[in-house]
C-alpha cells in the first residue's frame, strides 16, 4: 500500500529542493519522531500524510497552484482513494497536508499533523536545510549573498538572497516546533546554520 502511494506520488517531484528525497528524509523523520513520542501515533495516517505532503509543491513553485497544502490535500484523496487507503482515515491524511505548510502559522490539531509539520521544517535546518535552500536559490537565479541588502526582520514568504532565508526562515524554524522529541532534533542542527552563517560571512569579507 504504502509502496503504491510512494510511486503516485513520485510522478508530481521536478525540483531538487522538494525531490523524493525530501519525501523519504521528512518520512525517517516523521517516523523517528513519532518512535520517541511512544504510544498514541496513527502510523497509517502519518506514513500517508509523509510520503504526499509535497505533490502540490512543484507547481505552487511554478505558479501554477496558489496553495501547495490545498492543492496538495485535494490530489492526495484522490490517490489515497485510488489505491484502496482506508476510507475513514483519508480526511486526517489530508488534514495533516493541509496544515503542513510553514507559511500558514497554523498550529496543528491532530498529532500526526504536528509530527508532519516539525518532520517538514527539520529538513530545511542543518547541513541538509542548507544545501536545499542554496539549490532553491540556484532554480530561481536568487543571489548567495548581498551585503547591501540586510535580512527582513519579519519573513514574508520571499527572500532577496538566500543568506537572507536562512536568517529570515530557516533560524526561526526551532522556536516553532510541536513535539519535544523535534526540539531535540533541532538543537545541532540549528547552531550548524549559525555555524556556517559565521563562516561564510568571514569567507566573504576575506577574513578567513
Ligand atoms: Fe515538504
Redesign the pocket.
Given at each position: 500500500m504504502f509502496e503504491a502511494i510512494r510511486r503516485e506520488a513520485e510522478r508530481y517531484y521536478r525540483h531538487s529542493h522538494?525531490d523524493r528525497w525530501?519525501v523519504e528524509r521528512?518520512y525517517r523523520l516523521a517516523l523517528r519522531i513519532a518512535g520517541e513520542l511512544g504510544a498514541g501515533v496513527d502510523l497509517d495516517v502519518l506514513k500517508a500524510a509523509a510520503l504526499l505532503?509535497?505533490v502540490a509543491?512543484a507547481m505552487e513553485d511554478e505558479g501554477l497552484v496558489e496553495d501547495h497544502a490545498r492543492e496538495g490535500a485535494r490530489i492526495a484523496r484522490e490517490i489515497l482513494a485510488r489505491v484502496g487507503f482506508p476510507r475513514e482515515k483519508i480526511e486526517r491524511v489530508a488534514y495533516c497536508i493541509e496544515v503542513h505548510r510553514f507559511r500558514s502559522g497554523v498550529k496543528p490539531e491532530t498529532l500526526e499533523a504536528q509530527i508532519l509539520q516539525d518532520a517538514?521544517r527539520l529538513?530545511m535546518l542543518g547541513a541538509v536545510g542548507i544545501a536545499r535552500a542554496f539549490a532553491r536559490g540556484g532554480w530561481s537565479n536568487v543571489p548567495l549573498h548581498d551585503p547591501s541588502r540586510p535580512p527582513k526582520e519579519r519573513y514574508d514568504g520571499r527572500s532577496e538572497t538566500v543568506v537572507n532565508h536562512l536568517y529570515e526562515k530557516v533560524l526561526k524554524i526551532r522556536d516553532t516546533l510541536n513535539t519535544e522529541p523535534a526540539r531535540r532534533i533541532a538543537e545541532r542542527r540549528h547552531r550548524f546554520v549559525e555555524e556556517f552563517l559565521e563562516r561564510f560571512l568571514r569567507e566573504w569579507e576575506a577574513l578567513d
Open positions: 522538494h525530501h521528512v505532503h509535497d509543491r517538514d529538513d
